[in-house]
Structure formats: C-alpha cells, structure tokens
T-cell receptor, first 113, second 112 residues
Framework: DAGVTQSPTHLIKTRGQHVTLRCSPI?????VSWYQQVLGQGPQFIFQ???????GRGNFPDRFSARQFPNYSSELNVNALLLGDSALYLC????????????FGDGTRLSIL | SQQGEEDPQALSIQEGENATMNCSYK?????LQWYRQNSGRGLVHLIL?????REKHSGRLRVTLDTSKKSSSLLITASRAADTASYFC????????????FGQGTRLTINP
C-alpha cells in the first residue's frame, strides 16, 4: 500500500511569492495534519483537517492556510513568503481516532531566496 | 514553545551497545509517541504509549512512561548502524485536535 505522498519534493521561491504544497494520505485515512520543521528543530504543528473540517490550528500567521478535499487529500498554502518560511513541510495522515499514530510523508523542502 | 525535551541532544555509541534516550514533558497527555527521522526524510512512527500504560515493547525497542514524573524513555537494544538517525518524542495532548507536540530530538550515531 502507498504511504503518504507529498509533492513537490523540493521547491525554491523568492520572498513575497506564494506556494501550494500537496499531500495524499494513506488510503482509508480521513485526517491530515501539516507540520513545519526548521533545520535542527522538531516539527511544529500547523493544521489538522478531519473530514474536510479544520480541527486544529497551530501558532502560525494567517499567511498559512490549508484545505482538505472530498478524497481526503490536502493542500497547504503560504502567501507572502518570508525567508523564515524556509523549512521542511511535513504532512501526516491518520484514521483520525484518538490514540492512533500519525504516518508522515517525506516532506517538501521549501527554500526561500 | 516545545512541550517535550529530549535528553541527551546527541548520543554516540558502538554497534551492539544499548542506547537510551529520555523525554520530559510539561502538561497532561493523551499519549506519547516516539518517531525516527533519517537525515532529510520524513518521520517514521516507532511506538505509541497511552497515558494509562507504563511500558511497551516492539522488537528491539522498549518504551517506558512515568506520568507522575512526566517523562518517558526509549531504549534501543543491540544497536545497529542502521539505527543512526534522529529520534523524537511527541506528546498528543488532551484536546480536540490530534496535535502532536515534538521535542527537539536526540541525534543518535552508531559507530561500526
């Protein structure tokens, strides 16, 4: 079975641009979460979506937004990119029930010039 | 702010030795999870331990949880070169969202 897939794997943008990152969850998983991992740090929670509804939002500015589609895939959008947005963006899926693990994709490496 | 703190930040041992990593956290949790991350890759789920459990095993991995001390440990026995990676603990807080709060990780190096 396919794991969590993310696209693109790498992306280079300049300050002020916007970016859209995509995630396909494991088949049967209804929950998708997004995390930002800056080099040398642990991942930081950005959003969780379950059944197309936002369930949680981390401490990120409104430049960050996301949505989940009827097939449970998800997009993360970031507007007005800043140098500090350079990071590995990780998507994780789960069945959405309590006490279930999250399964991560390999991430999108975003570099802002 | 980080909920979990791993200790040590870096650990280097010889192949075949055991590796122990510790994690402390600050608030009540629903469960605690350990993940492994190879350089530049995604996180691989290792073990989930619920707040009402004290110990769990999976192959060469042993995880303990002490909710009174708000701490957990991950033991890897008979380490192999392939175990070289960063290890993170993540707490799933008692909230509506399935939000994992990660520590900064322990960088484990296994020397052949």
């Amino acid at each position: 079975d396919a794991g969590v897939t993310q696209s693109p794997t790498h992306l280079i943008k300049t300050r002020g641009q916007h970016v859209t990152l995509r995630c396909s969850p494991i088949s049967g998983h209804k929950s998708v979460s997004w995390y930002q991992q800056v080099l040398g740090q642990g991942p930081q929670f950005i959003f969780q979506y379950y059944e197309k509804e936002e369930r949680g939002r981390g401490n990120f500015p409104d430049r960050f937004s996301a949505r989940q589609f009827p097939n449970y895939s998800s997009e993360l959008n970031v507007n007005a990119l800043l140098l500090g947005d350079s990071a590995l963006y990780l998507c994780a899926s789960s069945v959405g029930q309590s006490n279930q693990p999250q399964h991560f994709g390999d991430g999108t490496r975003l570099s802002i010039l | 702010s980080q909920q979990g703190e791993e200790d040590p930040q870096a650990l280097s041992i010889q192949e075949g030795e055991n590796a122990t990593m510790n994690c402390s956290y600050k608030t009540s949790i629903n469960n605690l999870q350990w993940y492994r991350q190879n350089s530049g890759r995604g996180l691989v789920h290792l073990i989930l331990i619920r707040s009402n459990e004290r110990e769990k095993h999976s192959g060469r991995l042993r995880v303990t949880l002490d909710t009174s001390k708000k701490s957990s440990s991950l033991l890897i026995t008979a380490s192999r070169a392939a175990d070289t990676a960063s290890y993170f603990c993540a707490t799933d807080l008692i909230q509506g969202a399935q939000k994992l709060v990660f520590g900064q990780g322990t960088r484990l190096t296994i020397n052949p």
